[in-house]
């Protein structure tokens, strides 16, 4: 008369589609079929005929894996007249489970990285380009000041070459941000005594 062992709680705590998710994985060849060729190896060791003895007949016949009544701990039951056979088994079932789950969780965690990593080279690109083009800008309306520039890469340099000196495009136009300064300052003062249209003012 064969026996029944079950093996619980291979997995707990999760929700109801993770669980299902789950339950596939673990009824699936990947994980099963190492059990089943095991098993047709001790069988035949054992004298029995296992010709008719083929994966879908052993799963759907000797093995059991469902959700245990009104919990999400999934419980494994196999039956067989060999007691340590069974014990055997189960635990097997349980490890390659869990090296096929851990197994499982590398490749997504090495899949979310590499996205990761690629998300940030396409997002390095774009931001080097925004730079380009805020100094391009600044340069071409001669705007910005020496904070106002930035690096393009880590070996260029937004300096460029005078007939005399080599100075940023901010300070080479630092003499002239001065006086406009000055100018403001004279023009704010002045405009509080002088109607709009005073020469001074114009000027």
Known sequence: QPTSLSLEGLLSGSSQGAGNTQLLILRSPSVLNPIYNFLLNEYKKQGKN???MTYESWLRNDI???FKEGSKILSVTFANTDKELIKTTLNKISKRYQDFSKSDREKELKKTIKFLEEQQEIYKEKALEALKKINKFSIDNRIGDVDGFVTLSKSSSTAVTNDSNILSPGQRFQSQ????????????DLSSKLKSNSKTLIS
């Open 50 to 52: 296992t010709t008719k």
């Open 64 to 66: 059991e894996i469902k």
């Open 177 to 188: 941000f001065g006086r406009l300064e000055s100018y403001e300052l004279q023009y704010t």
